[in-house]
């Protein structure tokens, strides 16, 4: 039996939240999906109403177009949303504002939206098959700044707000 004493839980969630060297407080893993989950909801209501008008109002011969239009809104409006919400001057989407962090650069400003549009069509490509995603999502729960793989390509951090 070991003289030290154990580590607890709470004090784990403290050290995740207690800034690193260069004085960052990195955002925790379930804080940051809390976030995405957030996300995914409110951008999972405006795509559910426009698939359920296209189904209401597809007549027989014309159902394809309807659902191409909702296929396409799948794909572009997250996109959107999240370039110009993480490359804006705040870095935050409206889950990461409602969690209380968001995403920086190296300096702790704005990544800009040509990063932003980096970080999610990297996130894109993962997601288009099983292993790199999983990757990818679970990667800040073992890396020192917390930062996923989508991250260390952009050069961009998530951190309390």
């Known amino acids: 039996m070991s003289d030290l004493p154990s580590y607890p ?3 784990a969630e403290r050290e ?3 800034p690193d060297e260069d004085g960052r407080a990195y955002a ?4 940051r999906l809390g976030a995405y989950l957030i ?3 409110i951008l999972f209501v405006p ?3 426009l698939l359920v008008i296209v189904v209401a109002s597809a007549s027989d011969e014309d159902s394809g177009g309807g659902t191409a239009l909702t296929y396409l809104a799948t794909l572009v ?3 959107i949303y999240f370039v110009l919400m993480h490359g804006g001057e705040r870095g935050q989407t409206f889950g990461k504002r409602a ?3 968001r995403v920086v650069d190296e300096r702790g400003g704005s990544i800009g939206y040509g990063r932003a549009f980096g970080r999610y069509a990297i996130t894109f490509v993962f997601g288009i098959f099983i292993l790199p995603v999983l990757l990818d999502y679970l990667w800040p729960l073992w890396d020192r700044k917390n930062q996923s793989l989508h991250d260390k390509v952009v050069g961009s951090f ?3 707000a």
């Open 99 to 101: 969690v209380g962090i």
């Open 9 to 11: 839980r709470d004090a």
């Open 28 to 31: 925790g893993w379930g804080s």
């Open 39 to 41: 996300d995914m909801l």
């Open 16 to 18: 995740a939240t207690m």
């Open 158 to 160: 998530v951190v309390r």
């Open 77 to 79: 409006v997250p996109a």
């Open 47 to 49: 795509i559910l109403i």
